[in-house]
């Protein structure tokens, strides 16, 4: 008979205690990570506690609404959360996909824009409880000039022109510029700063005069560039969320032209 080596028992049970100790603390990371997801999601979070951001853009080819949650208030640097899997969001009657965007869970739909001037979000909680939005968009209007793909001197006074206008209201401008990183144009003047993120709110008059000289190119010839022309919505915010999240409806319309000296 061939004995075992001494102390070859003990290596086995301080084996298989190691194995024991590395299955318990896997596990104990496992709870923990599970524990974290289920601090962002809605789970157990009263509607008054969660604040919303939804958006529907009509950029005169589709209708697309995005929607993101998160704990408080937005004016603070807050993480969204995902919806509780007990908890049903539709938008315009479907349910929407569901992507993770720069710290938020972005719930979102893509239509065709077929004339509909209006979607509703509704969300019903895990209790029944049931808050149904509806967002509704500015006019559409088409840009007339400048027209697609046109030479735009910058040395001379330009019109903006777009139909119809919108009086009461106010039309956002902004310079886009294609390639470049956006190393092309420059618009330092206050009331004509265009490529300032959030553009330039004009009266919506059906037109707009860019001055000479208030958009440089410095010693280049040509730039492609973009306008961009935004009517904004405001839709009245749910007293049954949380403050501190807005509801948004855009009408937006884009022109690529050519820059010139």
Request: proline share 5%; hydrophobic share 35%; aromatic share 6%.
């Amino acid at each position: 008979m061939v004995r075992p080596r001494r102390g070859h028992g003990r290596a086995q049970r301080r084996s298989a205690a190691s194995r024991l100790h590395g299955h318990l603390a896997a596990w104990l990371a496992l709870s923990a990570a599970c524990k974290g997801d289920d601090d962002r999601n809605s789970c157990g979070v009263p509607t008054n506690e969660i604040s919303i951001v939804a958006t529907l853009v009509d950029n005169g080819l589709s209708l697309r609404t995005e929607v993101d949650f998160a704990v408080g208030d937005r004016s603070t640097d807050v993480d969204g959360i995902s919806l509780c899997s007990d908890d049903e969001l539709s938008i315009a009657g479907e349910q929407p996909n569901q992507t993770e965007r720069n710290e938020r869970v972005i719930y979102s739909h893509t239509q065709p824009a077929d004339g509909q001037r209006s979607v509703e979000v509704v969300l019903t909680r895990t209790d029944g409880e049931r808050t149904a939005v509806a967002i509704e968009l500015p006019e559409a209007f088409d840009i007339t000039a400048p027209a697609p793909m046109a030479k735009v001197s910058r040395s001379a006074d330009f019109m903006l022109t777009w139909a119809p206008p919108a009086p009461e209201g106010s039309m956002r401008i902004t310079l886009v510029e294609e390639i470049g990183n956006g190393i092309c144009l420059e618009t330092g003047t206050a009331e004509h700063d265009y490529k300032d993120s959030m553009g330039v709110d004009v009266d919506d008059d059906g037109n707009w005069l860019i001055p000479a000289a208030v958009i440089a190119g410095g010693a280049r010839d040509k730039c492609d560039a973009q306008y961009r022309f935004a009517r904004y919505e405001d839709v009245a915010y749910p007293s049954s969320f949380a403050p501190g999240g807005y509801i948004e409806g855009r009408t937006e319309r884009i022109v690529a032209f050519v820059s010139v000296p």
